[in-house]
């Protein structure tokens, strides 16, 4: 059977014709994924993720197109996503320990998780804005693009919320600490 007629199928919502085009692209999507992921089971799970998209994906199919170049591309978007949202945590998590450290040279008795938890609560106290925009950003990974896009503002807008949260937490941590 021809691959367009499988991309017709599954628009259709053949599982069968799923079930082939996965027996004959899993592999290469794997190993497309083995130039950016080193673990096993995070390549494995990307391939499922590719393959529940297309799955969702299955209606709005071009049975003219190639499915080889969306798996690719699907595959792609999924790895830099993740990157993204990884690289995001991390700076939240280096944010987070830059002012727990700042906080027990200034206020020794706190702990780290006391701290944390202090930084939560100020997140919490942020306009609403500004609050939208600074979890978009550290909890989510989401680019300043996406949250403009997200908060129907421009990307201007965002960066002004964001330093104005980051601007709140750090100016008011210490008023938390030594109260």
């Known amino acids: 059977m021809s691959e367009q007629c499988d991309i017709l199928l599954l628009k259709m919502g053949d599982k069968k014709s799923f079930e082939r085009l996965y027996v004959k692209y899993w592999k290469k999507v794997y190993h497309f994924t083995s130039l950016y992921i080193r673990d096993k089971n995070e390549r494995e799970d990307i391939v499922q993720q590719v393959f529940i998209k297309l799955w969702d994906k299955r209606e709005s199919l071009d049975e003219r197109?190639?499915?080889?170049?969306?798996?690719?591309i699907m595959t792609r978007n999924i790895i830099f996503n993740m990157m993204r949202r990884s690289m995001n945590e991390a700076?939240?998590?280096?944010?987070l320990e830059y002012h727990i450290l700042q906080c027990k040279e200034e206020c020794p008795e706190y702990?780290?998780?006391?701290?944390?938890?202090?930084i939560e609560e100020?997140?919490?106290?942020?306009?609403?804005?500004?609050?939208?925009a600074f979890l978009l950003s550290r909890k989510y990974g989401l680019s300043y693009k996406e949250i403009a896009a997200k908060m129907s503002i421009s990307v201007k807008g965002v960066e002004k919320n964001i330093s104005k949260a980051i601007k709140y937490i750090k100016k008011n941590i210490f008023l938390f600490l030594k109260s």
């Open 65 to 72: 197109g190639s499915i080889d170049g969306l798996l690719f």
């Open 111 to 118: 702990n780290p998780a006391e701290i944390y938890l202090l």
């Open 122 to 132: 100020l997140v919490s106290q942020l306009p609403t804005r500004q609050k939208e």
């Open 91 to 95: 700076s939240m998590k280096g944010l």
